[in-house]
């Protein structure tokens, strides 16, 4: 697939067609990295989204949390 380079103010800019934007997973906001190899190829690739409190919440379960731990005294704790 091919697409054009068109100036976008002062910069250049590629639009990405929908099908790669689905295929890659990147959306309008998306932040990528860009790397030029030695033989000139451009490769897009996106960074991860950084999980939220809650997506990462929604991942304890039951199954996946261990019991709670006595460590005993650790100083000179008053009991």
Known sequence: ??????????????????QIAERIAVSQGSEVDLVVSDDHTLIVIPKKKKPTL???????????RHDEIDFGVEGKELL
């Open 1 to 18: 697939m091919s697409t054009t380079i068109q100036k976008w103010g002062n910069s250049l800019g590629i639009r990405i067609p929908s």
């Open 54 to 64: 809650e997506d990462l919440l929604a991942q304890c379960k039951s199954d996946n």
